[in-house]
């Protein structure tokens, strides 16, 4: 079986299969699949590496960012406590509620429920209806914490109110965690370090946008007793439990009563190679130079060289240019966008903003040996 080819000008989306990989990172996989290890020492090593990234206390490796919410869901349910781990998704007695400002609600917070989380929301996001300029307040926010509040949850961004570290304040004031998704928070790769630094306990990245993974690859990282849980619920434990030490990134786990069962992270299981690929990636992203990095991107848009198209910086993700084109209307740009999926290899253009008449071309999921093809593409429709 051979899937046709794209040409994937929209950006790392997962319906088009995610970016490219590096040669090393594919080397990094293909080492992983010729040798067996310990699955905890894997994740201990990958812990390691997310902790001098992130500076975070702990870090997994999960099956995609929504994976990695759904484990954090699980921790801040289940914390250390190998019975509740046994019991999800099924939570009661258990604090289960996860507070969220009602204008960050989105379909990937079904992660939070999978694992047996009810979602609570606060605040009327009348910031959005025109006249207002209110959202949820963390007075709001604090107001809805009872003891029945696994966590509080923020979907990180640019315009997310309230601030992670106004949420922060008073949920560490009551004593309950802060679970982030900032799963398509990068670049700048700053934001790495950003919401740990801000004291958020959990945050959620996906391996497979920015920073170049394996396109089923996300990381789980924060508080080394919260990752520790979510690791004990994603982990095959079944083995004498005499046998059983916890590397000692994870030494929470040795305080477990007894051992947990496959948990409820079995069903979204990393393989040794994501691991070691979304290593791999990782460093490499933090290594280079984020302006060398936005360099290379607006290097690529500019290679294309199409009349009227105009390169710009992407609004919420500073370091990534885009390239757009602009059209009389909707109409128009409807039209170009079908004529380009039409194509053989079909190109697809980032349509985000296709209401306003405007195709935009994102560098991150582009092979360079495209480009060629791709200008023309471009250059038929504008
Ligand atoms: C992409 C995305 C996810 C899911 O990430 P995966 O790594 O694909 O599982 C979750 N939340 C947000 C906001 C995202 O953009």
Redesign the pocket.
């Known amino acids: 079986m051979t899937p046709r080819r794209i040409i994937n000008a929209y950006g790392t989306n997962?319906r088009l299969s995610g970016g490219m990989m590096a040669p090393e990172v594919v080397a990094a996989m293909a080492a992983a699949a010729q040798a067996c290890f310990e699955m905890p020492d894997v994740q201990a090593a990958a812990s390691r590496a997310i902790s001098e990234a992130t500076g975070a206390q702990a870090g997994i490796v999960t099956a995609?960012?929504?994976?990695a919410l759904m484990l954090g869901a699980a921790a801040c349910m289940a914390r250390l406590d190998p019975a509740a781990m046994n019991r999800l998704p099924d939570t009661d007695g258990l604090p289960n509620e996860f507070i969220v400002s009602r204008s960050q609600r989105?379909m990937?917070d079904r992660a939070l429920r999978v694992a047996g989380g009810r979602i609570v929301e606060v605040g009327i996001p009348d910031r959005l209806s025109g006249p207002g300029v209110r959202d949820a307040s963390a007075g709001e926010i604090a107001d809805a914490i009872t003891p029945r509040t696994a966590a509080v949850f923020h979907?990180a961004g640019t315009d997310a109110e309230p601030s992670l570290p106004d949420l922060v304040r008073v949920a560490h004031a009551r004593g309950v965690p802060v679970l982030v998704?900032a799963?398509?928070q990068l670049p700048p790769a700053e934001n790495l370090r950003r919401f740990i630094d801000q004291g958020a306990d959990l945050v959620c990245f996906?391996g497979?946008?920015a920073i170049g993974g394996p396109q089923a690859s996300?990381i789980l990282a924060g508080r080394a007793e919260l990752v520790s849980s979510a690791l004990a619920q994603m982990l095959d434990l079944d083995l004498p439990e005499a046998q059983f030490v916890a590397p000692p990134e994870f030494a929470a786990l040795n305080q477990l009563r007894f051992l947990p069962h496959h948990g409820i992270g079995r069903v979204a299981k990393v393989g040794k190679e994501e691991v070691a690929g979304l290593v791999a990636a990782l460093r490499r992203f933090a290594a280079e130079d984020p302006a060398a990095r936005s360099a290379r991107w607006t290097a690529r848009l500019a290679a294309l060289d199409v009349p009227g198209a105009v390169l710009v910086p992407d609004g919420a993700k500073p370091g990534l240019p885009l390239l757009e084109l602009r059209f009389a209307d909707r109409a128009a740009a409807e039209r170009a966008e079908a004529a380009l999926r039409a194509r053989d290899p079909a190109v697809h253009v980032d349509a985000s903003r296709i209401r306003r008449g405007v195709l935009a071309v994102n560098p991150i999921a582009l092979d360079d040996a495209d480009l060629p093809l791709l200008a023309e593409a471009l250059r038929d429709v504008v």
């Open positions: 997962t995609g960012a929504a994976a989105n990937y979907l998704d799963a398509a996906s497979g946008k996300g």
